[in-house]
């Protein structure tokens, strides 16, 4: 397809020859004529046969006009579409800080699509993983971005109309950061700032002119959510107890000050002030009190990101919205594209969520707004699943309503992908016994993978709901969806290769405790051979897994994904070795299959429509982990 550009602006020009590359469009002067008109107000992009036009006000408008262009274009002559965007800013948070580091040419390829569907921002989460020089320790061996790197993205990002803020804690959620001993004299608690210190702000300055220097943007999101026991660590020796309001906000002004120092404009995230507020410590408690002395302290230029990713009342949002606006400024809104702690995305909670909060943003006029994409307990989820997502936010941004046909042909357009095949990863979850959309964020997927078929700490959840059956048909289904999606091959293939091995794996326990109860040896012969297969499988899974990771992130973090995997073929051995020992008379019995199992339902009481979710060490062994 050959198209020649007549009125384009010249800071559009690198912009455009990434996306013609993306697109395989060639610019030439006798291609068919686009006239370009930069106009405040909505988009507008008209086909006929002698023409296009393409009206915008954003770049990042233009970049979205464009691909609505082209879309046209390859089926038919004429058409003139309209789109009146609902927001000022709307984009995407991705998580660096949890193992799962994006490679440069990852970002690149995320920001392509994010300009194709018209999202203009993106927040890098890096709590320790950028480079200061000062601190040699932060980040050390977690795949610390260097200042070329961000630098490199950021100069993309803002070729194709997208503004890349950074993303840094200045509080809690420090963990990584505050472990090595040259934090020793600035840690409250194993994860949180001691407020006061000197040491404290020299180290929070340095942050801040770090990124200052390297992020083209003015803004900064500087975090300073969950820090559940502000005050009650080393500060508490030091000073005694003081509220917590207190000691919230004079640390708020102290980085503030640092923040204004570098011209920057700071936001956090609201909901400690919302938790102190509340008798019950909850963030999303109605009747949470904040006192007006307190929100009157609060720094007039700080935005507050009010985040939700779990109402699906859309009068809850509104409800919600209308309490931040009490604060004296309009709120930014981050929902949640659901891609954290299992092994696959949960698009049912997603869509759910998303439509109610973003119709709630839309009728209290919420200008902000952007969809994390958390990648906790080892970033397990490839973010490209967090693809449909985003897609989603993206056509929120530009009409009132979602037609789910429009979005789809949207997502083949944006993304090169068919949306009813990525939705079938859905399923590793919502299972039988799990509600519809899985809105309790169940995660079946991830403690079937991971848990110990001698111990089963979790067989007694999912006892008599054919979860074999389950996960062997969806391998079937993905099988077809992967050749539906040549751009996408190696995300299904993985998945596939999951499916297969939780098509066995999942009731292999109960089966095997059934067996072992009735002094089946003939069952528990079979069984043993399967335990071979089965480990072995499991590797290719690994291996699958592995090089999907490295199309996506540093090598950095995996060798979390490659220890847990170890770990699932060594008890298999194991379990392996226990059944032949057994069977030739050399052990009296099988401990572990001699005892009772009992339903899992810690740390949290189970609600109806899930089956459990947790973090790793939690899934594989009652014992003590880490003491």
């Excluded at 089963?456 to 539906?484: V, W």
Aim: net charge negative; charged share 25%; aromatic share 12%.
């Amino acid at each position: 397809m050959k198209l020649q550009f007549i009125g384009l602006p010249p800071e559009l020009h690198k912009g455009l020859s990434i996306i013609c590359e993306e697109l395989g469009i060639t610019i030439s002067d006798n291609g068919f004529p686009v006239i370009i008109d930069k106009e405040e107000g909505s988009i507008k992009v008209s086909l006929t046969n002698q023409d296009g036009r393409i009206r915008y006000e954003k770049d990042v408008h233009f970049f979205r006009a464009l691909g609505l262009f082209i879309e046209n274009f390859k089926v038919q002559n004429e058409c003139e579409i309209v789109e009146e965007p609902q927001f000022d800013t709307n984009g995407i948070m991705i998580d660096a800080s949890r193992n799962g580091v994006m490679t440069v040419d990852a970002i690149k390829m995320l920001l392509r699509k994010m300009a194709l569907m018209g999202l203009d921002v993106l927040m890098m989460y890096t709590e320790d993983t950028f480079e200061m020089e000062k601190y040699p320790y932060f980040g050390y061996m977690r795949g610390r971005y260097s200042e070329a790197e961000i630098k490199e993205c950021d100069q993309y990002a803002y070729e194709l109309g997208i503004e890349m803020i950074p993303c840094i804690q200045t509080l809690a959620h420090l963990t990584e950061a505050l472990k090595w001993n040259y934090a020793g004299n600035m840690r409250d608690t194993e994860d949180i700032l001691l407020v006061g210190e000197q040491g404290t702000y020299e180290f929070i300055e340095e942050m801040i002119k770090t990124t200052s220097r390297i992020y083209r943007s003015s803004r900064i999101h500087i975090g300073m959510d969950e820090a559940h026991r502000l005050g009650l660590g080393t500060y508490l020796e030091k000073n005694g107890y003081r509220q917590r309001f207190e000691i919230m906000n004079e640390h708020l002004q102290k980085v503030v000050s640092i923040v204004e120092k570098y011209q920057l404009k700071p936001m956090i995230w609201s909901d400690m002030y919302f938790r102190l507020g509340s008798k019950t410590g909850g963030y999303y408690d109605l009747n949470s009190v904040i006192p007006k002395d307190v929100k009157d302290s609060i720094p007039k230029n700080l935005q507050l990101v009010y985040w939700d990713y779990y109402h699906t009342d859309q009068s809850f949002y509104e409800t919600f919205i209308e309490k931040h606006r009490t604060f004296g400024s309009d709120p930014i809104f981050a929902g949640g594209i659901w891609t954290w702690n299992g092994i696959a995305p949960n698009y049912g909670k997603t869509f759910a969520t998303s439509e109610a909060a973003l119709a709630a943003c839309k009728n209290k006029k919420v200008k902000e707004v952007f969809a994390t994409m958390w990648g906790d307990n080892g970033a397990e989820t490839n973010p490209f699943t967090g693809l449909v997502g985003m897609q989603l936010f993206a056509e929120h941004g530009y009409a009132k309503e979602v037609d789910r046909n429009r979005l789809a042909e949207r997502f083949s357009f944006c993304v090169g992908g068919n949306i009813a095949d990525f939705l079938k990863l859905n399923e590793f979850d919502e299972t039988p016994g799990v509600g519809v959309d899985n809105l309790k964020e169940s995660h079946p997927s991830k403690f079937l993978l991971w848990q110990d078929v001698l111990t089963g700490l979790y067989d007694e959840n999912i006892k008599g709901l054919s979860m074999n059956d389950h996960y062997a048909k969806l391998a079937e289904r993905l099988t077809i969806a992967k050749q539906n999606n040549s751009n996408w091959a190696e995300l299904f293939e993985y998945y596939i290769q999951l499916a297969k091995v939780l098509s066995i794996k999942s009731e292999f326990g109960i089966k095997l405790k059934n067996a072992y109860d009735h002094q089946d040896k003939k069952r528990i012969e079979e069984y043993k051979d399967q335990l071979i297969e089965l480990r072995d499988m499991v590797d290719v899974l690994r291996t699958k897994h592995r090089s999907l990771w490295d199309s996506t992130y540093k090598s950095f973090g995996w060798e979390v994904l490659d220890i847990r995997y170890g770990g699932v073929i060594a008890r298999l051995n194991t379990a392996k070795d226990r059944l032949t020992n057994w069977l030739e008379g050399k052990a009296e019995n099988i401990q572990e299959l001699e005892a009772e199992r009992l339903y899992h339902d810690a740390p949290w009481v189970m609600p109806e429509g899930a089956l459990g979710r947790n973090s790793y060490h939690r899934i594989v062994t009652a014992g003590a982990f880490s003491n």
